[in-house]
């Protein structure tokens, strides 16, 4: 449970990492990327894996690239849900989830 809770805030924190460093997508304070984390944990709980069952066949064709753009789709969503968390198009979706997943990759790295 604990180690949840750690994955659970450092992703938030990598939400609001990139959100305040790039232009990417924009969020307002660290409350807005923790409810904004919370959300697209269900989601990739949620959602994700029928996206991924469904467009299968196309990501395998990519050799896996249309992953990006699954995770970008998980993060739109995430947008229209969470109020202060605004993205600015599919595309900077799909690079966004890139950047937050490196970003809470070498979170995780440093401190976990």
């Not at 790039?22 to 949620?46: E, G, K, R």
Request: proline fraction near 3%; glycine fraction near 4%; charge should be neutral.
């Amino acid at each position: 449970m604990e180690d949840t809770l750690i994955q659970f805030f450092l992703l938030a924190i990598s939400i609001y990492l990139v959100g305040r460093i790039t232009d990417l997508f924009s969020v307002d304070n660290l409350f807005t990327s923790i409810v904004a984390a919370l959300v697209l944990a269900l989601i990739n709980v949620t959602l994700k894996p029928i996206f991924e069952f469904i467009f299968f066949p196309l990501t395998f064709l990519t050799f896996g690239v249309f992953a990006l753009i699954i995770n970008g789709l998980c993060l739109l969503i995430t947008a229209k849900i969470v109020p202060k968390f605004k993205l600015h198009g599919c595309l900077t979706a799909s690079i966004a989830a890139l950047l937050i997943s490196l970003v809470n990759a070498l979170l995780l790295k440093i401190f976990y």
